[in-house]
């Protein structure tokens, strides 16, 4: 923590309605005010504001220096962070689509991830890597990917994915200031509102949904801290970003008491609030719209039979992506919808 | 897909680069265009790009073949600068030299020489201010020597050893030396290049005057990175120097896998709009001069400069190889461009200012240096013979602070130090 203030009472902050890109673009501007240190570029994100608008109005408030386009090179944007890092920048690049970061993956992974490793520590890399990520809006197979397994996997890097605008903007403060690289997923589905699953029903704005209430001015969530959505007893949900949503809606449905925990964090993982709330249910649900085969949720389920294997009193049930590229026709066959969700909670129940 | 309607057509050949000479080979070096030093304009350094793309394809030389430094180029350095030049390459030879047996003895398990290439690492340092930071790859240790690095630090990190700076993290060589604004070595290739260019835009965004200066290898411009760095440097108009040391030889691979069978490392600068130079790598003033056009440039905001170090890998790749499998024992003896040190040698006994007898007497003193300096980092032992960092520092610096998963990991270690030894505790190195 680079700053030294009396702590903000979020429950006394003036607060407004904002949704999730709205968050975040408050985020980034919070921090180019606080930290002349900050500074943002990806394709698109200067003049024109970002291709979802994350970054709108911060070229003509911090100037060309601070905020700029860059070539279309995702290699070349990572590696200048990383430089710009090592000078003492804090740079926050931005990935257009999280399915466009592979040519920047062996700048995060061999440079980035393990710069304050190989120099103990005489560089670092506090870069904060936004992109948008998931599913549910016809993206096909190349605007819709959730690689986050492909991050956590990696030895020096920190992994976020914010399911609200109030956590959208605690948590990305919360990145922007840790010294260690961050990848922080954006999930597009829920930029505008809680896609709760059901496609076939009209999608509520965040306006209608308590977690739209952005504390204003500055706050930050701390990295590595779950966030309990909702106390149960049948059993655990653990989920992030997008899927946050779809679980909760579904468990609403059915009217089971679940205990669902959203993640926030991957790495480092909460993994005393996950502990916790399985021992109590004795039963876990892990969601993730990422395919199955070694993704984040095998890690996840691994971790909860080691750890909490005698509260266990049914297999460990994980509902993901299909093991396919991401499809755009058959999009809701692939999402791990109501239907997938809800035979796995029927399998939790009758356990 | 024979016997259709384009049989007509002659057949398609696909083209396999093979180098001039393989092992056994009689080398003949006449098709090497060498042109004859001073006669190579040096244009304003603030001049537009395209100006400079001539020498994209000629060869930059200021020492002649009696050894006088020629005109428009030569950085006019005193004697002293001179010899304080001949000394940081001479150690860094001496130096490359006793690491080398160093590994052979089995005190570490690797190492790299830059024998024939100190040149292009000692004269760029030199040329540079000492702040300006330097992003290498892994055989420009001549610019630690010329900057006055601890050359016992330098062995420390060879002997991974308990005094080892990275804590014996890092691969033989890989140094770090913040304090010698010299970035940390990658084992990936041309990763250096983009984080120059970042580096360099970040010290144009603060309003600063210090520049960055990154080194490649001529295999290594077949990276995606390279081209990157080229676009973000010139997009940006980046206060940064490229180095790219073509030494012809990538391992086993010849320059003809980079791509030099149709043109320059140099010329790669015109499609990038950036300015460009080529230059007798073995020619230590003609690397001053060069880097000093470049880093002036630079800092009067005119732009990026690639510069191409034309030279020789005397040496195999590394301690791990053997060139005699691949090439001809010949080309080095018959390298038309010489040896850098003698060059320079010759040139300050030309100028009256060295002798044959000091610089006999220089490089006894010189291996006497590195000999005590080797006695020195051995105190703090040698690879596989128990001083070394303790172990749980293994998990440190991952991230800032220890997350519970390497904490419970770093109890493992312990434990399994515990059981492999049972006497074992803390503060006692051996593993």
Same mark, same amino acid.
């Given at each position: 923590?680079?700053?030294?203030?009396?702590?903000?009472?979020?429950?006394?902050?003036?607060?407004?309605?904002?949704?999730?890109?709205?968050?975040?673009?408050?985020?980034?501007?919070?921090?180019?005010?606080?930290?002349?240190?900050?500074?943002?570029?990806?394709?698109?994100?200067?003049?024109?504001?970002?291709?979802?608008?994350?970054?709108?109005?911060?070229?003509?408030?911090?100037?060309?220096?601070?905020?700029?386009? =860059?070539?279309?090179?995702?290699?070349?944007?990572?590696?200048?962070?990383?430089?710009?890092?090592?000078?003492?920048?804090?740079?926050?690049?931005?990935?257009?689509?999280?399915?466009?970061?592979?040519?920047?993956?062996?700048?995060?992974?061999?440079?980035?991830?393990?710069?304050?490793?190989?120099?103990?520590?005489?560089?670092?890399?506090?870069?904060?890597?936004?992109?948008?990520?998931?599913?549910?809006?016809?993206?096909?197979?190349?605007?819709?990917?959730?690689?986050?397994?492909? @991050?956590?996997?990696?030895?020096?890097?920190?992994?976020?994915?914010?399911?609200?605008?109030?956590?959208?903007?605690?948590?990305?403060?919360?990145?922007?200031?840790?010294?260690?690289?961050?990848?922080?997923?954006?999930?597009?589905?829920?930029?505008?509102?809680?896609?709760?699953?059901?496609? #076939?029903?009209?999608?509520?704005?965040?306006?209608?949904?308590?977690?739209?209430?952005?504390?204003?001015?500055?706050?930050?969530?701390?990295?590595?801290?779950?966030?309990?959505?909702?106390?149960?007893?049948?059993?655990?949900?653990?989920?992030?970003?997008?899927?946050?949503?779809?679980?909760?809606?579904?468990?609403?449905?059915?009217?089971?008491?679940?205990?669902?925990?959203?993640?926030?964090?991957?790495?480092?993982?909460?993994?005393?609030?996950?502990?916790?709330?399985?021992?109590?249910?004795?039963?876990?649900?892990?969601?993730?719209?990422?395919?199955?085969?070694?993704?984040?949720?095998?890690?996840?389920?691994?971790?909860?039979?080691?750890?909490?294997?005698?509260?266990?009193?049914?297999?460990?049930? +994980?509902?993901?992506?299909?093991?396919?590229?991401?499809?755009?026709?058959?999009?809701?066959?692939?999402?791990?919808?109501?239907?997938?969700?809800?035979?796995?909670?029927?399998?939790?129940?009758?356990? | 897909?024979?016997?259709?309607?384009?049989?007509?057509?002659?057949?398609?050949?696909?083209?396999?680069?093979?180098?001039?000479?393989?092992?056994? #080979?009689?080398?003949?070096?006449?098709?090497?265009?060498?042109?004859?030093?001073?006669?190579?304009?040096?244009?304003?350094?603030?001049?537009?790009?395209?100006?400079?793309?001539?020498?994209?394809?000629?060869?930059?030389?200021?020492?002649?073949?009696?050894?006088?430094?020629?005109?428009?180029?030569?950085?006019?350095?005193?004697?002293?600068?001179?010899?304080?030049?001949?000394?940081?390459?001479?150690?860094? +030879?001496?130096?490359?030299?006793?690491?080398?047996?160093?590994?052979?003895?089995?005190?570490?398990?690797?190492?790299?020489?830059?024998?024939?290439?100190?040149?292009?690492?000692?004269?760029?340092?030199?040329?540079?201010?000492?702040?300006?930071?330097?992003?290498?790859?892994?055989?420009?240790?001549?610019?630690?020597?010329?900057?006055?690095?601890?050359?016992?630090?330098?062995?420390?990190?060879?002997?991974?050893?308990?005094?080892?700076?990275?804590?014996?993290?890092?691969?033989?060589?890989?140094?770090?030396?913040?304090?010698?604004?010299?970035?940390?070595?990658?084992?990936?290739?041309?990763?250096?290049?983009?984080?120059?260019?970042?580096?360099?835009?970040?010290?144009?965004?603060?309003?600063?005057?210090?520049?960055?200066?990154?080194?490649?290898?001529?295999?290594?411009?077949?990276?995606?990175?390279?081209?990157?760095?080229?676009?973000?440097?010139?997009?940006?108009?980046?206060?940064?120097?490229?180095?790219?040391?073509?030494?012809?030889?990538?391992?086993?691979?010849?320059?003809? @896998?980079?791509?030099?069978?149709?043109?320059?490392?140099?010329?790669?600068?015109?499609?990038?709009?950036?300015?460009?130079?080529?230059?007798?790598?073995?020619?230590?003033?003609?690397?001053?001069?060069?880097?000093?056009?470049?880093?002036?440039?630079?800092?009067?905001?005119?732009?990026?400069?690639?510069?191409?170090? @034309?030279?020789?890998?005397?040496?195999?790749?590394?301690?791990?190889?053997?060139?005699?499998?691949?090439?001809?024992?010949?080309?080095?003896?018959?390298?038309?461009?010489?040896?850098?040190?003698?060059?320079?040698?010759?040139?300050?006994?030309?100028?009256?200012?060295?002798?044959?007898?000091?610089?006999?007497?220089?490089?006894?003193?010189?291996?006497?240096?590195?000999?005590?300096?080797?006695?020195?980092?051995?105190?703090?032992?040698?690879?596989?013979?128990?001083?070394?960092?303790?172990?749980? =520092?293994?998990?440190?610096?991952?991230?800032?602070?220890?997350?519970?998963?390497?904490?419970?990991?770093?109890?493992?270690?312990?434990?399994? +130090?515990?059981?492999?030894?049972?006497?074992?505790?803390?503060?006692?190195?051996?593993?």
């Amino acid at each position: 923590m680079t700053y030294e203030e009396t702590p903000v009472s979020l429950a006394e902050a003036p607060t407004r309605r904002l949704n999730m890109i709205e968050a975040i673009n408050d985020a980034l501007d919070i921090m180019m005010e606080r930290d002349p240190n900050v500074v943002v570029m990806g394709e698109d994100v200067g003049y024109f504001g970002g291709v979802f608008r994350a970054t709108a109005g911060l070229q003509k408030k911090y100037g060309k220096t601070r905020v700029f386009d =860059t070539p279309i090179s995702e290699c070349g944007i990572i590696g200048v962070a990383v430089g710009m890092g090592a000078y003492g920048l804090r740079p926050v690049p931005e990935i257009q689509f999280a399915d466009y970061i592979y040519p920047g993956l062996d700048q995060l992974v061999s440079e980035a991830a393990r710069l304050r490793y190989r120099s103990a520590g005489e560089f670092t890399a506090p870069m904060t890597v936004r992109s948008p990520f998931g599913g549910g809006i016809f993206g096909g197979q190349t605007h819709s990917q959730s690689p986050e397994a492909l @991050f956590t996997h990696v030895a020096g890097l920190k992994t976020v994915v914010p399911s609200t605008p109030h956590d959208a903007k605690g948590l990305l403060i919360a990145a922007i200031e840790d010294n260690d690289p961050v990848i922080f997923f954006e999930p597009k589905r829920i930029y505008n509102g809680p896609f709760n699953g059901y496609y #076939d029903k009209p999608v509520e704005p965040w306006s209608k949904h308590p977690d739209s209430a952005v504390p204003e001015g500055y706050y930050s969530i701390p990295l590595g801290k779950a966030r309990i959505v909702r106390p149960g007893h049948a059993f655990t949900v653990l989920a992030y970003g997008t899927m946050v949503h779809v679980a909760s809606a579904v468990c609403a449905e059915k009217g089971v008491d679940a205990e669902i925990i959203d993640l926030r964090t991957l790495v480092p993982l909460d993994i005393e609030t996950v502990e916790k709330s399985v021992e109590k249910t004795g039963k876990c649900l892990i969601v993730h719209e990422a395919t199955r085969t070694s993704g984040f949720g095998a890690e996840l389920s691994a971790l909860v039979q080691e750890r909490c294997f005698y509260h266990l009193e049914a297999p460990i049930e +994980r509902v993901t992506g299909f093991d396919t590229p991401y499809p755009h026709s058959l999009e809701w066959a692939y999402f791990p919808g109501p239907v997938r969700i809800g035979e796995a909670i029927d399998r939790l129940m009758k356990a | 897909m024979s016997g259709n309607a384009r049989s007509n057509l002659p057949s398609l050949a696909l083209h396999v680069p093979e180098p001039r000479f393989r092992p056994g #080979d009689k080398v003949d070096y006449s098709h090497l265009k060498i042109s004859r030093a001073g006669e190579q304009p040096r244009p304003d350094e603030q001049c537009p790009a395209a100006e400079t793309h001539p020498l994209c394809l000629d060869l930059v030389r200021v020492l002649d073949d009696q050894h006088r430094a020629t005109a428009p180029w030569d950085p006019r350095l005193d004697a002293d600068t001179l010899r304080r030049m001949l000394r940081a390459m001479a150690l860094t +030879r001496a130096f490359d030299d006793r690491m080398y047996r160093g590994q052979r003895q089995g005190k570490t398990s690797f190492y790299m020489k830059c024998t024939g290439e100190e040149a292009t690492s000692v004269a760029p340092a030199m040329a540079l201010a000492g702040d300006d930071m330097v992003f290498p790859s892994y055989r420009q240790q001549g610019i630690l020597i010329a900057r006055g690095y601890s050359i016992v630090e330098m062995i420390n990190q060879i002997y991974s050893n308990r005094a080892d700076k990275l804590k014996g993290r890092q691969l033989p060589i890989m140094y770090s030396a913040r304090e010698a604004s010299f970035f940390t070595i990658s084992g990936n290739l041309a990763t250096q290049l983009p984080q120059a260019v970042g580096w360099a835009m970040a010290s144009a965004i603060k309003g600063d005057s210090r520049i960055a200066a990154a080194w490649v290898g001529e295999g290594s411009t077949a990276e995606g990175d390279f081209h990157s760095a080229m676009t973000f440097a010139a997009v940006y108009n980046a206060p940064v120097i490229f180095n790219v040391v073509n030494n012809q030889w990538a391992i086993s691979s010849f320059s003809g @896998f980079a791509g030099a069978e149709r043109t320059t490392f140099a010329a790669r600068a015109i499609g990038y709009g950036i300015a460009g130079l080529r230059v007798d790598g073995n020619d230590p003033l003609a690397v001053y001069a060069a880097t000093q056009w470049a880093a002036n440039r630079a800092r009067a905001n005119a732009g990026p400069t690639l510069i191409e170090h @034309f030279t020789y890998r005397a040496e195999g790749h590394s301690t791990s190889d053997d060139p005699s499998q691949y090439r001809s024992a010949q080309e080095r003896e018959e390298w038309p461009l010489g040896d850098p040190v003698n060059r320079l040698k010759q040139h300050l006994i030309a100028l009256g200012e060295w002798s044959e007898d000091q610089h006999t007497a220089m490089d006894r003193e010189l291996m006497e240096q590195v000999k005590v300096a080797t006695k020195e980092a051995e105190k703090n032992g040698i690879l596989g013979h128990g001083l070394h960092h303790p172990f749980h =520092t293994m998990f440190e610096d991952v991230f800032e602070e220890l997350p519970w998963h390497l904490k419970e990991q770093s109890e493992q270690a312990i434990h399994e +130090r515990r059981v492999k030894w049972p006497e074992w505790s803390e503060g006692w190195n051996q593993a």
